[in-house]
Structures are given as structure tokens and as C-alpha cells.
């Protein structure tokens, strides 16, 4: 079995930044599962964000923006009592992918240019729910932002999120985004941290040859 791990979380800048690098390498292996694991960069902080820790940010932003040439926005930031707390948008991802497994790249995806591109303020439960349905009545699927909020609001999705944190925990994976191959019965890992799809394509070939 050969399948693909993702180990990402939708508010982390480097994760926004490789998404277009993962969608190029998906996109030439259409046949290759993909299993996405929520990390956990900043779950359950409560403590709002100050000046320094903005600034720290908006400087990580900038290298992201240079490397990647997507766009960013601090609008999210700049909010009176933001508190970055990312266990929501991991959730949200989490409860896409009980409802509709194949969507959940996706919701993720469109997690990130909310928070990162439009200023949304994806650590509410009523903002990822409006991103979330969107993507999930686009691939035909019919809930409303009630719906799904019932089962991001869960216990079975509160408790699969968390134990994904564990999971990442674990694997002693720090650093996001972390790419590995599931090929031969083995764990490979392709990468921790931005790398461009040919980086990743390279990497990936080096394990299939060397464990053929």
C-alpha cells in the first residue's frame, strides 16, 4: 500500500505557503490516497496576541509571501483580543472529514486563504462553518452551516482532532508542513517543512527506488 500523510494546520503560514506545491504533486498522482492529520501549531491558547508576537508573525508572513507569491492579508491580526488558537480550524477540518473525507483537503485549503489572504477570523466557529459549507455544497454535498456545526460542536469531533494532536505528538513530528510516504510497510518522510514540488517529487522517487 503506498498512501501519502500530511501532518499541517490551517493557520500555520508555511502550511498556506506549500499548498500550491501539494496540489501540484496530487495533482500528478491522482491514483495516491491522501490521509491529511491536523497538527495542532497553536490549540487551545487562550492568551490574547500582543504587539511583539504580531510582529513576530507579520515578519514570518513576509518570508512566506517572498517564497510563495501568495497573498496575505493582517486584518485577523489586527483584531482587538485576537487570540490565535488554532484547535477551531483544525476541528473544522477534522468535522469535514467525517461528514465528507474528500472534501477535506479542500476545506483546509479554503481555511487558509480565509484566514491568510481575506482577514477572517477563522478561530470562530460561525466563520469556518461558512468556509466549510461553501466547499461541501460545491462538491454537492447538502448541509448547512447548522449541519455542520452540529458535528463540529461534537464530542466525536472534539475527541478525533485531539487525537490527531496526539498522533502528531507521537510521531515527535514539529514542524509543519510534514509530508510522509506510507510505501512497503514503512514510514518515509518526504519533508519537514516548505519545499517546491519538484524537491518533493525527487525525494518521493529516491524511496520507491530504493525500497523496490
Known amino acids: 500500500m503506498t498512501r501519502l500523510i500530511y501532518i499541517a494546520d490551517p493557520m500555520c503560514s508555511w502550511c498556506y505557503g506549500f499548498g500550491p506545491e501539494l496540489?501540484?504533486?496530487?495533482?500528478g498522482l491522482p491514483d495516491t490516497?491522501?490521509?491529511?492529520?491536523?497538527?495542532?501549531?497553536r490549540a487551545y491558547n487562550t492568551e490574547v496576541m500582543d504587539e511583539q508576537l504580531k510582529t513576530t508573525l507579520l515578519s514570518h508572513w513576509e518570508k512566506v509571501a517572498e517564497t510563495s507569491g501568495l497573498p496575505f492579508s493582517d486584518k485577523a491580526l489586527s483584531q482587538d483580543g485576537f487570540i490565535y488558537d488554532t484547535e477551531p480550524a483544525c476541528r473544522a477540518v477534522v468535522a469535514t472529514g467525517l461528514l465528507a473525507p474528500q472534501a477535506a483537503l479542500d476545506v483546509f485549503h479554503a481555511i487558509q486563504h480565509g484566514f491568510y489572504a481575506e482577514g477572517m477570523?477563522?478561530?470562530k466557529g460561525s466563520i469556518l462553518a461558512s468556509i466549510a459549507v461553501k466547499i461541501l455544497q460545491d462538491s454537492g454535498f447538502d448541509i448547512d452551516e447548522a449541519g455542520f456545526l452540529e458535528t463540529f460542536e461534537s464530542d466525536e469531533a472534539k475527541a478525533a482532532t485531539q487525537a490527531d494532536f496526539a498522533q502528531t505528538q507521537r510521531w515527535g513530528v514539529?514542524?509543519?508542513?510534514?509530508?510522509?510516504l506510507e510505501h512497503a510497510g514503512e514510514l518515509h518522510l518526504i519533508t519537514s517543512?516548505?519545499?517546491r514540488t519538484e524537491v518533493l517529487v525527487d525525494r518521493l522517487q529516491a524511496v520507491i527506488d530504493r525500497t523496490a
Request: hydrophobic share 45%.
Open 174 to 180: 514539529h514542524g509543519f508542513p510534514t509530508l510522509v
Open 121 to 123: 477570523d477563522t478561530t
Open 33 to 41: 490516497q491522501l490521509e491529511l492529520i491536523v497538527g495542532g501549531l
Open 23 to 27: 496540489t501540484t504533486l496530487l495533482s
Open 193 to 195: 517543512g516548505f519545499v
